[in-house]
């Protein structure tokens, strides 16, 4: 059983298009992540919720919009898709805690054309 | 805000042979804990070790140990005999009350 699972495994789309990425976790965790990973590899927090609210929202676009039905699901939207986008997105969960540590989906790579 | 240093995008080793990751971090927190993230071409993200900022002792999981030395604030991680399925890259990760920061990793690469 997959602990954290996100869809699509791969996304190509073109530029200004919508497209969403979906994020579900069966750990039974209070808090989602969506991490960027760029070409270069560099992880970069986007946006954390706790039982279904923001709690972390660093410097992203507001074409960026998460959105966490429940505490097992977290998706991301994005809207009119610009080519410096492209890259891999994370999902992850863990337990809100210093010392735990996080879950990763195995990510979604992001082309856009 | 809390910063994490990896200084060495790429590093190789001989099989069976021992290598040493390094890693940093800028932090004015006291409670905190540090983490070795490995991420083989199959991109998937795997914990390798933990250490809780509070304890002196190292962590060490099988071949795996780390050197943390919180008044320098360094975090290196050390690979004993290392194998082919060692390589993949290495993320050095800091984790406060809410966030967990990554350093820009290290590629790490063994030599049959």
């Known amino acids: 059983d997959t602990a954290v699972s996100q869809t699509p495994k791969y996304l190509v789309t073109q530029m200004g298009n919508d497209k969403s990425i979906k994020c579900e976790q069966n750990?039974?965790?209070?808090?989602m992540y969506w991490y960027k990973q760029d070409s270069k590899k560099f992880l970069k927090i986007m946006f954390s919720y706790n039982n279904k609210e923001l709690i972390i929202n660093e410097t992203v676009p507001n074409r960026f919009s998460p959105k966490s039905p429940d505490k097992a699901h977290l998706n991301l939207h994005i809207n009119s898709l610009e080519l410096g986008d492209s890259a891999v997105y994370f999902c992850a969960s863990s337990q809100l805690g210093a010392g735990e540590k996080l879950f990763f989906g195995s990510g979604t790579q992001l082309s856009v054309l | 805000a809390q910063t994490v240093t990896q200084s060495q995008p790429e590093m190789s080793v001989q099989e069976a042979e021992t290598v040493t990751l390094s890693c940093t971090y800028d932090?004015?927190?006291?409670?905190?804990?540090l983490f070795w993230y490995k991420q083989p071409p199959s991109r998937q993200m795997i914990l390798v070790i933990r250490?809780?900022?509070?304890?002196?002792q190292n962590a060490t999981e099988n071949r795996f140990s780390v050197n943390f030395q919180k008044a320098a604030k360094s975090f290196s991680l050390k690979i004993s005999d290392s194998q082919l399925g060692d390589a993949a890259m290495y993320f050095c990760a800091y984790r406060g009350y809410q966030k967990v920061t990554f350093g820009t990793g290290t590629k790490l690469q063994v030599i049959p």
């Open positions: 932090t004015s927190e006291s409670d905190y804990y």
């Open positions: 750990l039974g965790h209070d808090t």
């Open positions: 250490q809780e900022a509070y304890k002196q």
